[in-house]
């Protein structure tokens, strides 16, 4: 591998420098592939549950509500795994997070899928889901920060989007398959949980031998040397040039930490900077937007199948069938918003305004749809996918809006709130479907209404921008927004207007 020089001026290149100088390689398509399983292993959990209703109804005696409340313990430990999977993120490495949980949703989901009655089955599946809480946060903020910059969208939506939809599929097709084969009055069940976390058994010697830890991360924490020698393998790897002998500029809002403080992670992690003046819109943003994704899109997983059920006598095979176009529509959206988030006047605001007004629209028509059963599913379809876009757009937004001193932990903590809605939506929406179905479809066009109005409202667009790494560099970013006219800065597509 040959060194190339500093790069232009003279000047010592910084983080982002350096990696749009590699560009993308065999270097992040091996990281994007040991992510993509931990996320398709993630769809299938999130997928599972509403496909074993009725097996697990029989097997435990439960009945609706007891139903519900079982999918709102699972959604518990997913809000547990949300906050303490960020915090160790940006506490001990990204890394280090990843195997913990991967660990920790193997082992227990291995135990749920032998429980041998409903209270063990519960502890089992709240423990599955502290693993799967911490995956796609704590992914997503690995990935950008190992991104060139005209990549880091496509790749991240790639994770969060494409790979937890194929999870979803492959949760669909097995299912149908497995009950067919084994008939609905086995244990068939059980099958189905162990299938579901093969993906994550598959991940952990990949993550163990090939994940490297974030530069982000070990440069914000003084650890240089190691910087340099993943930025030597990085450029080796992908057949690129190694700038400036791997040296990084040392950023000028970087904090001055005396003696041994910067190699102390729990000292040098400062959590409550989320609600400092710089950031304390942008957390009321994401946690607002987290919440409104997570009562939709996880609510509908869970609900739908049961009112196809009830609205069209739709059994198991035809309904998971429906869920599996739903996926498989979804797949295209967010192939789609890949380039539309990236066009100038578009951005992450104004793909996250796109996606939500048009599920308020969804939801709306889809009540006035429900003696028609083809046209039901294309409006279910079609809120589904749109919902799934901006809910993929946020963690790219996310990444972009944060420093990477805090960028696991603050998206962590605001999709705890998703995670919340998620564990409250199944208990909502059950109670809902005996007084009526239009309720919730009722609740999801209001909570879409209330995101696309925070959107609007917040004005920080990322398109373009390199990563930041400390929360002091903010404050330069808010004063080139606020110098935008007041009707480019609310609505992102005024400025291709302005300038015709």
Same mark, same amino acid.
């Given at each position: 591998?040959?060194?190339?020089?500093?790069?232009?001026?003279?000047?010592?290149?910084?983080?982002?420098?350096?990696?749009?100088?590699?560009?993308?390689?065999?270097?992040?398509?091996?990281?994007?592939?040991?992510?993509?399983?931990?996320?398709?292993?993630?769809?299938?959990?999130?997928?599972?549950?509403?496909?074993?209703?009725?097996?697990?109804?029989?097997?435990?005696?439960?009945?609706?509500?007891?139903?519900?409340?079982?999918?709102?313990?699972?959604?518990?430990?997913?809000?547990?795994?949300?906050?303490?999977?960020?915090?160790?993120?940006?506490?001990?490495?990204?890394?280090?997070?990843?195997?913990?949980?991967?660990?920790?949703?193997?082992?227990?989901?291995?135990?749920?899928?032998?429980?041998?009655?409903?209270?063990?089955?519960?502890?089992?599946?709240?423990?599955?889901?502290?693993?799967?809480?911490?995956?796609?946060? *704590?992914?997503?903020?690995?990935?950008?920060?190992?991104?060139?910059?005209?990549?880091?969208?496509?790749?991240?939506?790639?994770?969060?989007?494409?790979?937890?939809?194929?999870?979803?599929?492959?949760?669909?097709?097995?299912?149908?398959?497995?009950?067919?084969?084994?008939?609905?009055?086995?244990?068939?069940?059980?099958?189905?949980?162990?299938?579901?976390?093969?993906?994550?058994?598959?991940?952990?010697?990949?993550?163990?031998?090939?994940?490297?830890?974030?530069?982000?991360?070990?440069?914000?924490?003084?650890?240089?040397?190691?910087?340099?020698?993943?930025?030597?393998?990085?450029?080796?790897?992908?057949?690129?040039?190694?700038?400036?002998?791997?040296?990084?500029?040392?950023?000028?809002?970087?904090?001055?930490?005396?003696?041994?403080?910067?190699?102390?992670?729990?000292?040098?992690?400062?959590?409550?900077? @989320?609600?400092?003046?710089?950031?304390?819109?942008?957390?009321?943003?994401?946690? *607002?937007?987290?919440?409104?994704?997570?009562?939709?899109?996880?609510?509908?997983?869970? @609900?739908?199948?049961?009112?196809?059920?009830?609205?069209?006598?739709?059994?198991?095979?035809?309904?998971?069938?429906?869920?599996?176009?739903?996926?498989?529509?979804?797949?295209?959206?967010?192939?789609?918003?890949?380039?539309?988030?990236?066009?100038?006047?578009?951005?992450?605001?104004?793909?996250?305004?796109?996606?939500?007004?048009?599920?308020?629209?969804?939801?709306?028509?889809?009540?006035?749809?429900?003696?028609?059963?083809?046209?039901?599913?294309?409006?279910?379809?079609?809120?589904?996918?749109?919902?799934?876009?901006?809910?993929?757009?946020?963690?790219?937004?996310?990444?972009?809006?944060?420093?990477? %001193?805090?960028?696991?932990?603050?998206?962590?903590?605001?999709?705890?709130?998703?995670?919340?809605?998620?564990?409250?939506?199944?208990? *909502?929406?059950?109670?809902?479907?005996?007084?009526?179905?239009?309720?919730?479809?009722?609740?999801?066009?209001?909570?879409?209404?209330?995101?696309?109005?925070?959107?609007?409202?917040?004005?920080?667009?990322?398109?373009?921008?390199?990563?930041?790494?400390? %929360?002091?560099?903010?404050?330069?970013?808010?004063?080139?927004?606020?110098?935008?006219?007041?009707?480019?800065?609310?609505?992102?597509?005024?400025?291709?207007?302005?300038?015709?």
């Amino acid at each position: 591998m040959v060194e190339a020089p500093p790069s232009p001026g003279g000047t010592v290149p910084s983080i982002d420098e350096h990696l749009d100088a590699a560009g993308f390689g065999w270097f992040q398509m091996r990281i994007f592939c040991i992510m993509s399983m931990l996320v398709v292993a993630d769809g299938m959990e999130m997928t599972v549950l509403s496909m074993l209703r009725e097996p697990l109804k029989r097997e435990f005696g439960l009945d609706d509500y007891g139903f519900a409340a079982l999918g709102s313990v699972i959604f518990a430990g997913l809000l547990v795994g949300n906050l303490s999977g960020g915090f160790v993120a940006d506490a001990f490495g990204r890394r280090t997070a990843l195997l913990a949980m991967a660990c920790t949703f193997c082992v227990a989901g291995t135990f749920s899928a032998f429980a041998p009655d409903i209270y063990t089955f519960a502890i089992a599946r709240f423990i599955t889901g502290i693993g799967v809480g911490a995956i796609i946060p *704590v992914a997503d903020s690995h990935l950008l920060e190992w991104s060139p910059a005209p990549w880091r969208a496509r790749l991240a939506m790639a994770l969060v989007g494409a790979a937890f939809a194929v999870g979803t599929l492959i949760a669909c097709g097995v299912g149908i398959a497995v009950h067919e084969l084994m008939g609905a009055g086995s244990e068939w069940w059980r099958v189905m949980l162990i299938i579901c976390i093969i993906p994550g058994f598959m991940s952990l010697p990949a993550m163990f031998f090939l994940l490297p830890e974030s530069m982000h991360w070990l440069l914000v924490r003084g650890r240089n040397d190691e910087v340099k020698e993943l930025l030597k393998e990085l450029n080796s790897l992908n057949g690129t040039e190694l700038l400036s002998g791997g040296n990084v500029s040392v950023n000028k809002f970087a904090p001055v930490e005396e003696g041994d403080e910067a190699h102390q992670p729990l000292l040098n992690w400062r959590f409550l900077e @989320i609600f400092s003046p710089e950031l304390l819109g942008t957390t009321a943003y994401l946690t *607002v937007i987290f919440t409104a994704c997570g009562y939709i899109y996880y609510g509908h997983i869970f @609900i739908y199948p049961r009112l196809l059920e009830i609205l069209f006598d739709l059994k198991l095979k035809e309904a998971y069938t429906a869920v599996m176009l739903n996926s498989l529509f979804e797949m295209c959206i967010i192939l789609a918003m890949m380039f539309y988030m990236d066009l100038e006047y578009i951005g992450r605001r104004g793909a996250m305004i796109t996606g939500f007004s048009l599920v308020c629209v969804a939801s709306l028509l889809a009540m006035a749809q429900e003696q028609d059963e083809t046209n039901f599913k294309i409006l279910n379809a079609i809120l589904r996918a749109m919902v799934g876009g901006p809910f993929t757009v946020v963690y790219v937004y996310a990444g972009e809006l944060l420093p990477s %001193t805090l960028r696991s932990s603050t998206i962590s903590f605001c999709n705890s709130f998703g995670r919340l809605a998620a564990m409250l939506a199944p208990v *909502v929406e059950t109670a809902a479907v005996h007084v009526d179905v239009n309720l919730i479809y009722y609740s999801f066009s209001l909570v879409a209404l209330a995101a696309t109005v925070a959107s609007i409202l917040h004005f920080r667009e990322t398109l373009g921008r390199p990563l930041l790494l400390y %929360t002091s560099q903010l404050k330069e970013q808010r004063e080139e927004d606020e110098k935008q006219p007041l009707m480019t800065r609310y609505a992102p597509f005024m400025a291709k207007w302005r300038t015709e």
